[in-house]
């Protein structure tokens, strides 16, 4: 019902507005409810046919579906990575994408191993943990202390070195839930930061919190990062009814000590790469649109709205704009990245390897948080050809897509073209549940929905081709650089 909608929203909106032309207001969306309103607004023929092409099909959500149940989980430098690469060469090439290559690069690698963690005083009880990508591992015995509380990251940055000699840090502070995921990066820095702040004061070991919005008992994983003069000490993620326990219990003013094993190892150097593929353009084919999503996932789920849900919306994309005969001006390219999760690996030797010819990159736009409905555009582009994107935005009206003010990096895998002067565009997606589900084992293909992922597909085949035939310089204004 909500496909035969929207399909019926855009043609009766064309029907009202053959001869009139709707000014730039803001569309209403009520992101809760999904309802979507319809603006008059004339459609492009083109437009108006690849959303309709795409409201009526299932691009994203077949790629996806085959992804996540022919190759699964898709840890970086693994092989089941490497599948994945091979099974993009696969559809890339079915797509009708050109010059369709893999892109290697080295990537260290890490699999995880025994995660035990139990409460041995004052109430003995199993609690439910997960190793943080990248921890070193406890004793195969595992560690014994007593914790070390502190509410959140900021705390815990704030206390002298020293004095948490052979304790185990217990990090708790919840993260806000937003449709935007705006409550990620403040949470996150338990996650990044946690075991060399602990680390500096001399603690065995951390467990926080995991980063996630859910109160599922699954905890969530996670890239972690160790600073070199910091000795590394292992650090795990509980689930959220787990922290809320022993946030309980530490609320009576208990001692509390548990035990905690983490065994996971380093593999060295391992080979991930990026798949890419292109559309040439027809009179600017020097001028590159890049779009994509991540190839690689973490081991717990199989990847689907992290971000399965990426790929096969960037592909679906290329693939709608080619089964409709529509030839852009510009070359639209569609990349895989390899080994997003651990630290933008695939992003920064993309940048590395097209250093020279990033100039020629004149759009870049990621998709990965998911596949809820697309309620937003933002962009970095300023001067004349913000006017062009205005006038995308009024074609996604029909979809439910306002413009939004506020910076973008374009997606994580496009932060390091954004760095590089490339402008960044981003289809915000309503992301109110995806912290419910990312980096656990509940982010598996059955969370997708069918018609929300269709009308991501109608969003992003509308932006990239009224890209790609806008007159307009979209880098005549420098972009600025963000951090990572």
């Known amino acids: 019902?909500?496909?035969?909608?929207?399909?019926?929203?855009?043609?009766?909106?064309?029907?009202?507005?053959?001869?009139?032309?709707?000014?730039?207001?803001?569309?209403?969306?009520?992101?809760?409810?999904?309802?979507?309103?319809?603006?008059?607004?004339?459609?492009?023929?083109?437009?108006?046919?690849?959303?309709?092409?795409?409201?009526?099909?299932?691009?994203?959500?077949?790629?996806?579906?085959s992804l996540t149940t022919e190759i699964g989980q898709r840890l970086a430098g693994s092989p089941q990575e490497a599948k994945a690469r091979e099974w993009a060469v696969d559809k890339f090439k079915a797509a009708g994408l050109q010059n369709v290559r893999v892109e290697t690069f080295p990537v260290r690698g890490w699999?995880?191993?025994?995660?035990?963690?139990?409460?041995?005083?004052?109430?003995?009880?199993?609690?439910?943990?997960?190793?943080?990508?990248?921890?070193?591992?406890?004793?195969?015995?595992?560690?014994?202390?007593?914790?070390?509380?502190?509410?959140?990251?900021?705390?815990?940055?704030?206390?002298?070195?020293?004095?948490?000699?052979?304790?185990?840090?217990?990090?708790?502070?919840?993260?806000?839930?937003?449709?935007?995921?705006a409550g990620y990066g403040p949470a996150n820095q338990k996650r990044r930061s946690g075991a060399t702040e602990a680390g500096k004061r001399g603690a065995a070991a951390v467990v926080i919190?995991?980063?996630?919005?859910?109160?599922?008992?699954?905890?969530?994983?996670g890239q972690m990062r160790y600073q070199e003069d910091v000795k590394p000490i292992p650090i795990g993620a509980l689930s959220a009814p787990d922290a809320d326990q022993l946030d309980r219990i530490l609320a009576r003013g208990?001692?509390?000590?548990?035990?905690?094993?983490?065994?996971?190892?380093?593999?060295?150097?391992?080979?991930?790469?990026?798949?890419?593929?292109?559309?040439?353009?027809?009179?600017?084919?020097?001028?590159?649109?890049?779009?994509?999503?991540?190839?690689?996932?973490w081991d717990l789920g199989t990847g689907a709205v992290d971000d399965g849900a990426g790929i096969g919306i960037s592909l679906g994309t290329a693939q709608l704009l080619l089964e409709n005969g529509l030839k852009p001006k510009r070359t639209i390219r569609v990349v895989a990245f390899g080994s997003e999760e651990v630290g933008l690996v695939g992003a920064f030797a993309y940048a590395e390897k097209h250093k020279d010819e990033l100039i020629n990159h004149v759009l870049a736009s990621e998709s990965d948080f998911g596949a809820g409905k697309v309620y937003a555009l933002r962009t970095t582009v300023q001067g004349e050809a913000r006017d062009a994107l205005i006038e995308i935005q009024k074609s996604l009206q029909h979809l439910g897509v306002a413009m939004e003010d506020g910076d973008t990096s374009g997606g994580p895998d496009i932060i390091p073209l954004r760095n590089a002067g490339v402008p960044a565009i981003r289809l915000q997606q309503d992301g109110y549940d995806y912290f419910d589900l990312h980096h656990t084992p509940d982010d598996t293909f059955d969370k997708i929905d069918k018609d929300e992922i269709a009308q991501n597909v109608a969003a992003w085949a509308t932006m990239v081709w009224m890209a790609s035939e806008a007159d307009v310089d979209y880098r005549a204004a420098p972009a600025q650089t963000i951090g990572e």
């Open 1 to 65: 019902m909500k496909k035969l909608f929207l399909i019926l929203c855009i043609s009766a909106s064309l029907t009202a507005c053959q001869n009139s032309e709707q000014s730039s207001d803001k569309t209403a969306v009520d992101k809760s409810s999904g309802e979507i309103s319809a603006p008059a607004y004339k459609l492009s023929p083109e437009v108006q046919k690849l959303q309709e092409a795409a409201l009526a099909g299932t691009h994203a959500y077949d790629l996806t579906e």
């Open 111 to 181: 699999v995880r191993g025994v995660e035990t963690a139990e409460i041995i005083a004052p109430y003995p009880q199993n609690l439910e943990v997960t190793a943080l990508g990248g921890s070193s591992a406890t004793p195969e015995e595992g560690v014994e202390a007593e914790i070390a509380y502190f509410p959140t990251f900021e705390d815990l940055a704030a206390a002298p070195e020293g004095g948490l000699d052979g304790k185990i840090v217990f990090i708790s502070g919840r993260m806000e839930k937003a449709h935007d995921g």
């Open 209 to 221: 919190r995991s980063v996630g919005t859910d109160s599922h008992r699954f905890p969530h994983t």
């Open 254 to 297: 208990e001692t509390v000590r548990i035990k905690l094993t983490l065994t996971p190892k380093e593999l060295g150097p391992l080979e991930s790469g990026n798949v890419i593929g292109d559309i040439i353009g027809t009179e600017k084919p020097d001028e590159i649109i890049l779009i994509g999503g991540h190839l690689d996932s």
